[in-house]
């Protein structure tokens, strides 16, 4: 069965750190998508990037950047230069035919 | 409106109550779903709705009871509840099942008290 493991519960730091979010999964299909989403306190949960099995290629977008080892079964998300404003949930989730299979979350707390 | 709304965004009711969720998708997608958020659990996927017909009901007990009358509207009929369903509930859709990605709505704040 699929799972994806988010190991750090809560991370906090103070604004301006670069800070990198851990995400491993485990499944046997060779064809899949990698997710993250942030949610703020708000609670409406946020698309943030989506990237296939295939594609090891990472990807930078701002202050994000993504990190995928197919080797390592790892997805690693990192925010540079954080803002206060990044603090929120974020989810790394594993997917495949609709069917998305979430992290625990790390919740990330930036501080002015 | 834009993107996925959902009400009512609070919502309290006893255990004998009967109430329904609504979701609504403005984004011309043909798949919808529903998820459960519980706290320090991840969230877990409920139903799954690709153009109009359920696809998949992940073991959900029969008091939680799905309605897709149109690809832009979905519905959580809730009756007899428990405690434990106390969540947030979350409602999303996408272009398609094929892994598109999914966009999400605020969500409604369940209390079954």
């Known amino acids: 069965a699929q799972k994806v493991t988010q190991a750090q519960t809560e991370i906090s730091v103070v604004e301006k750190e670069d800070v990198t979010l851990d995400c491993v999964y485990e499944?046997?299909?060779?064809?899949?998508?990698l997710f993250w989403y942030k949610q703020p306190p708000s609670g409406e949960l946020v698309f943030l990037i989506r990237?296939?099995?295939?594609?090891?290629q990472n990807e930078i977008s701002g202050r994000y950047s993504w990190n995928f080892q197919k080797s390592t079964s790892s997805f690693n998300f990192t925010i540079t230069a954080s803002q206060v404003v990044d603090s929120a949930v974020y989810f790394c989730?594993?997917?495949?035919?609709?069917?998305?299979?979430f992290g625990q979350g790390t919740e990330l707390s930036v501080k002015p | 409106e834009t993107g996925v709304t959902q009400t009512p965004r609070h919502l309290v009711m006893g255990m004998t109550n009967k109430k329904s969720l609504k979701c609504e998708q403005h984004?011309?997608?043909?798949?919808m779903y529903w998820y459960k958020q519980s706290a320090k659990k991840p969230l877990e996927l409920m139903f799954v709705?690709?153009?109009?017909?359920?696809?998949e009901n992940n073991s959900v007990p029969s008091r939680f009871s799905p309605e897709c009358p149109n690809s832009s509207h979905l519905f959580l009929h809730l009756h007899t509840l428990q405690p434990e369903d106390s969540a947030l509930y979350l409602c999303?859709?996408?272009?398609?099942?094929?892994?598109?990605?999914?966009?999400f709505g605020p969500g409604t704040r369940l209390t079954v008290t």
């Open positions: 499944t046997r299909d060779t064809t899949y998508y």
């Open positions: 709705y690709s153009l109009e017909e359920r696809v």
């Open positions: 989730a594993w997917g495949q035919g609709g069917k998305l299979i």
């Open positions: 999303a859709s996408s272009q398609g099942t094929s892994s598109y990605e999914q966009y």
């Open positions: 984004l011309g997608h043909n798949a």
């Open positions: 990237r296939n099995s295939f594609d090891e």
